[in-house]
């Protein structure tokens, strides 16, 4: 399949590009190209299979995934302004009084 100007025009169109009438030209060969290198990718044979790649060894021993508290560096009531029966606290505002 080879890409014609009209082609170009009309995805630029629905694409609300806008490809100045000397571009056309340079963007009609680079979409030709494009379509190109898709078409002989599509003659590449797909009935083979390989293995995709595996960085470090074939097999890793997996730690037993288990859901636990994760400790933190300071306890959260150490962190807040304000902190009530486990809540963080914020202060209210009335913003209809400030208007």
Same mark, same amino acid.
């Given at each position: 399949m080879s890409i014609r100007t009209e082609d170009v025009i009309r995805v630029a169109r629905l694409a609300a590009l806008d490809i100045r009438e000397q571009e056309l030209p340079v963007v009609v060969r680079q979409l030709d190209r494009i379509m190109g290198y898709v078409e002989q990718l599509a003659e590449v &044979? /797909?009935?083979?299979?390989?293995?995709?790649?595996?960085?470090? &060894? /074939?097999?890793?021993a997996l730690r037993e995934d288990v859901v636990a508290p994760v400790p933190l560096a300071h306890a959260p009531e150490a962190m807040a302004p304000a902190f009530i029966a486990g809540f963080f606290t914020v202060p209210v505002r009335n913003t209809l009084e400030e208007s």
């Amino acid at each position: 399949m080879s890409i014609r100007t009209e082609d170009v025009i009309r995805v630029a169109r629905l694409a609300a590009l806008d490809i100045r009438e000397q571009e056309l030209p340079v963007v009609v060969r680079q979409l030709d190209r494009i379509m190109g290198y898709v078409e002989q990718l599509a003659e590449v &044979p /797909g009935e083979e299979h390989a293995d995709g790649a595996v960085m470090g &060894p /074939g097999s890793l021993a997996l730690r037993e995934d288990v859901v636990a508290p994760v400790p933190l560096a300071h306890a959260p009531e150490a962190m807040a302004p304000a902190f009530i029966a486990g809540f963080f606290t914020v202060p209210v505002r009335n913003t209809l009084e400030e208007s």
